[in-house]
């Protein structure tokens, strides 16, 4: 047993848990990776994937169980989605979004929001959160999306890019300014928008370079009358809302973005243990194994601080945010290199499109961007050792 192994064995999950991991860990291997290849070249949206999750009914994990859910801990859903996203960086996106969206409307909707929506998410629908735009990115605060109250329905204007399941979801959970409160934090608010509402338009999906079976939309709302009764809390309290999802979200990056780095790794394992070289494996090379035990001990370090993270949040810990950002930075940053080094160890084999390697490092880089930029943590992570100045 290896390290990594070693590492996954030492996960004291309850049966229900393990159970379910062990049939996530079969489908991933039987059906998503033997098809992850073709939805790469395609960029069709992966709706067989989608579908065996719905009959696994893993959207059931993170819905309340008054809800129609069957909840588990924080901690098993992160393993699912590392599970998936090894198979299928695309298929990893799209159900971990799911996840992204929903959870402020757990956290923060009322009763008859819960009671209406929810449902239809622990049934298998698809939700997507929606926040960027050309002029917000890392810095939430730019949008210009409005959100103007019209007696008991508000009136959404603007448009939104780079919106994952942008052009698939049942239920968005929106943020845009409320036109009555001034101030650019200040007016940052929060609202449901259902699937088919008039005005509302998917205008287009982005051709990327990783991740292709993951739509990644623009949207546009053009005079969209929403019922007041889809709107998150009050007005003005969308910024809350917003920085309290992205600490749950972004250890789920990280787990997506481990699931790239495992794949690469054991893809380059393989390879440097079956090709020769001067009569010798690859792996016999004295620099090829320091190579790669650089990267196996990252592995592990911080695959660690992923399940605390993780325990940190199923034990309702109060404020993770840096070490989320820690958590995100520096796996997305290992995925990357890790992908990176696949391609090196595999040779100009690495640089074709059969072997698994060379999707691999394109489906890495977004780790590195979405839900914070790099350079975006590591600010948060530095200053957040300022000390305050006494006056």
Known sequence: MNILERLDADQNWSEEETMLIDSVRQFATEVIAPNAAHYDKTSEFPWENINKINELGLNAMFIPEEYGGSPMSYSSYLACVRIISEACASTGIIWATNFHAIKPLIEFGNEEQKQRLLPRIAEGGLASLVITEPTAGSDATGMKTTFRPDGDDIIVNGGKIFISNGDVADIYVVFGKWTEIPGDKESISCLILEKGTPGFTVTGTEDKMGTRGSGTASLSFDHCRIPRANLLCEPGDGLRILLASLNKSRPSVAAHALGIARAAFTDAVSYMNERRQSGKRLLEFQGLQFNLADLASELVLIESWLWRVAKMVDNNADNIGIEASILKMRA????????????????????????????????????????????????????????????
């Open 332 to 391: 997305s940053d290992l995925a990357m290199r890790m992908a990176t080094d696949a391609v090196q160890f595999h040779g100009g084999y690495g640089y074709c499109k059969d072997y698994r390697v060379e999707r691999l490092m394109r489906d890495a880089k977004i780790t590195q961007i979405w839900e914070g930029t790099n350079q975006i943590h590591r600010q948060l992570i530095g200053r957040s050792f300022l000390k305050k100045e006494k006056r």
